[in-house]
């Protein structure tokens, strides 16, 4: 259930960027005198730094602090963050 319910919520965060994206993508390929311009850009850019934001995040918790530790460097002796 735990499962279905985080299915769910990250289809939904990355389907509203993407929406957003391809809608900018689709309303500048229409060609409207001054408002395919506006909203069109507009809607893309605004896709892609949502896309970018999702996709951070679930980066930040796929890999988040619990899957780092820290050890000395072998080189330099300071500390440093590596994978488990």
Same mark, same amino acid.
């Given at each position: ?25 689709? %309303? $500048? +390929? ?7 311009? =506006?909203?069109?850009? &507009?809607?893309?850019? *605004?896709?892609?730094?949502?896309? %970018? $934001? +999702? ?7 796929? =890999?988040?602090?619990? &899957?780092?530790?820290? *050890? ?13």
């Amino acid at each position: 259930m735990n499962y279905l319910r985080s299915l769910v919520r990250d289809s939904a965060r990355y389907l509203s960027p993407l929406v957003l994206f391809v809608g900018g993508v689709w %309303i $500048l +390929s229409l060609r409207i005198p001054f408002w395919s311009l =506006f909203l069109g850009i &507009a809607a893309t850019q *605004v896709g892609i730094v949502l896309i %970018i $934001l +999702s996709f951070d995040n679930t980066a930040k918790q796929a =890999f988040g602090k619990d &899957a780092l530790h820290i *050890v000395p460097c072998e080189v330099c002796g300071d500390p440093m963050a590596v994978s488990r």
